[in-house]
């Protein structure tokens, strides 16, 4: 353990020299604030065919998992300098051709870069940090592999079979090697240098704890997919209880973690420094929803019967009471439920009291309350009045809402949802006000534009293409061009085009060099592919639906 820390520190301290200039006061209340990072910098020793037009910067809130690509203009001359808006603030991706690079961005700082074709240079107030993540989580895999019990750096390796007994034995073992690592931290048999900030104090040591969870959670995930265990609400009990498909199969044995997780529920769940760490916390956080907090999103719904009014649906469905009082609501609600008005904030309540009997992680830790306020903000409703659920739940879950940087959090993203359902008009992307989307895309200005971002390696890319090729037929006449759109980077033309001939694919077929392909990624806000974009014949933006019944319904109204 020793050794793993002091190979951080060393890592820490001497990349890009910047270890001796640490700003001691940087942690802070606003670091788990939104606010701006002003990017500026230059591009070295690039010729004019090989200068990015952009530098795009991925960002994600992590209270409502909202993505969001931040584009900055790289000048003739190779220079550049935008700001960059922050949630809060993190590691964050940013593409500059040829390189990808993992800073992290904290609100209110400056970072500067000069780039080269083969390396680069980074100098900010907390970039020590920039370039250390690999590394550190390669150190942090090599000691799960050098544990007592055996190589634990890859969960994969005990869930593949979906052998219960092989993940309950990791699982303990991997309870066994962070209850160590938690006492090393806590007794301060490392002691780390002055000349780290406490910011990086803290996200050494949460890259290594979360290592661990992220295990455990990823066993506990492979678990309930290979066995096809569920949770199941018991209503005699009050309580969910996990049922597996096969009779014969025992559930896991859950005993060993609910004691550590109560144990140690302060490091692990109530440890807000995991919100810098974000390369670590999206995967975690996913499958925390899957496992830990299942029971808060998975809740017990009962239908109601056809033909009853939109009021008592609404409450069936999701256990919403209308804004107002309704005569006639009382009698009809009332037998869905038991005689007994259970409402949405009954229904947060139960969920995070079965979170604790069946893990002991109480619902005022704080990614607890994440997952609260995820609950709310992270899922999206159809209908004519989807403002309503989120109102509601919102509502709902306010009184569990302590921790003050989540109740921030909670309160900006309902403000925004408040203005987003205001009765305002909100202006829409128009794709040809960009440079590169108009010297690409102008030869087909005038038509419905169906953009699919693709890639040959990637499956589901081919085979949404295979399904569009009868719609493709269908649309054939009108203004309508199904364009597909690749990168050179990562395909090859030939054998890509040599696949859309046999294959069938009738539509416009672009391959784009990769300084057009950074630019429309940050024009259209995606990360990988497919992504797909309409565009209608004015050249505003909508989105695309994967489904191709939905997607031709799609056109035909933008057609209208």
């Not at 066995?227 to 609400?233: I, Q």
Request: hydrophobic share 40%; charged share 25%.
């Amino acid at each position: 353990m020793k050794k793993l820390f002091l190979t951080l520190v060393v890592a820490f301290a001497t990349v890009c020299g910047f270890a001796q200039a640490i700003d001691h006061g940087q942690f802070n209340d606003y670091m788990f604030r939104g606010g701006d990072v002003v990017f500026k910098g230059r591009f070295e020793n690039y010729s004019q065919s090989e200068m990015p037009q952009y530098v795009v910067a991925n960002v994600m809130d992590y209270f409502s998992l909202q993505n969001q690509n931040q584009l900055v203009k790289v000048n003739a001359d190779g220079t550049f300098c935008g700001i960059v808006k922050l949630p809060h603030s993190q590691i964050c991706f940013i593409d500059a051709s040829p390189h990808t690079i993992i800073p992290l961005l904290s609100v209110g700082d400056t970072l500067e870069a000069v780039f080269t074709p083969d390396d680069y240079v980074l100098n900010s107030r907390n970039n020590h940090l920039a370039d250390i993540f690999t590394e550190s989580q390669n150190e942090i895999n090599t000691y799960y592999a050098d544990s007592p019990y055996g190589d634990l750096s890859q969960p994969y390796v005990y869930s593949k079979d979906g052998n219960r007994d092989t993940i309950q034995w990791a699982i303990e073992r991997n309870i066994d090697i962070m209850e160590q690592t938690i006492k090393d931290i806590s007794r301060g048999k490392v002691e780390l240098p002055d000349s780290l900030s406490p910011l990086a104090c803290e996200m050494v040591k949460c890259n290594i704890l979360f290592k661990g969870l992220s295990n455990i959670v990823e066993l506990l995930e492979a678990w309930r997919f290979s066995s096809g265990s569920s949770l199941v609400y018991d209503e005699t009990a009050g309580e969910y209880k996990e049922v597996v498909k096969n009779a014969t199969v025992k559930p896991l044995d859950l005993r060993k973690l609910k004691k550590f997780f109560k144990k140690y529920e302060k490091d692990l769940f109530d440890n807000p420094s995991i919100l810098f760490n974000s390369s670590t916390f999206w995967a975690l956080f996913n499958s925390l929803r899957n496992t830990i907090y299942a029971p808060l999103y998975h809740g017990a719904t009962a239908y109601a019967p056809a033909g009853t009014e939109q009021d008592v649906a609404d409450y069936a469905l999701w256990h919403i009471l209308p804004r107002e009082y309704r005569d006639g609501f009382l009698e009809k609600a009332l037998p869905l439920s038991g005689d007994t008005l259970y409402t949405q904030r009954d229904r947060i309540r139960q969920g995070f009291e079965n979170i604790y009997e069946m893990y002991g992680v109480s619902s005022s830790s704080f990614l607890s309350q994440m997952a609260l306020t995820l609950y709310v903000f992270g899922q999206h409703f159809d209908g004519v009045d989807g403002d309503k659920y989120i109102t509601e739940k919102a509502k709902a879950a306010m009184p569990f809402i302590t921790d003050p940087v989540v109740a921030h959090h909670f309160l900006e993203l309902y403000r925004k949802h408040a203005i987003a359902n205001e009765n305002t008009v909100v202006p829409m992307l128009n794709a040809f006000a960009n440079e590169v989307a108009d010297r690409v895309l102008s030869p087909y200005k005038g038509n419905v534009l169906f953009l699919d971002f693709w890639s040959y390696g990637c499956g589901p890319c081919r085979a949404g293409m295979l399904e569009q090729r009868e719609l493709v037929e269908r649309m054939k006449g009108k203004p309508v061009k199904f364009i597909y759109i690749a990168s050179t980077e990562y395909d090859d033309v030939e054998h890509s085009t040599q696949w859309l001939k046999e294959k069938g694919i009738n539509g416009e077929a672009l391959f784009v060099d990769e300084r057009d392909w950074t630019a429309f990624k940050g024009i259209f806000n995606f990360t990988g592919t497919p992504a797909l974009v309409l565009i209608d014949t004015n050249g505003f933006v909508h989105e695309a639906s994967h489904d191709v019944n939905a997607l031709e319904k799609e056109i035909e109204e933008l057609l209208k």
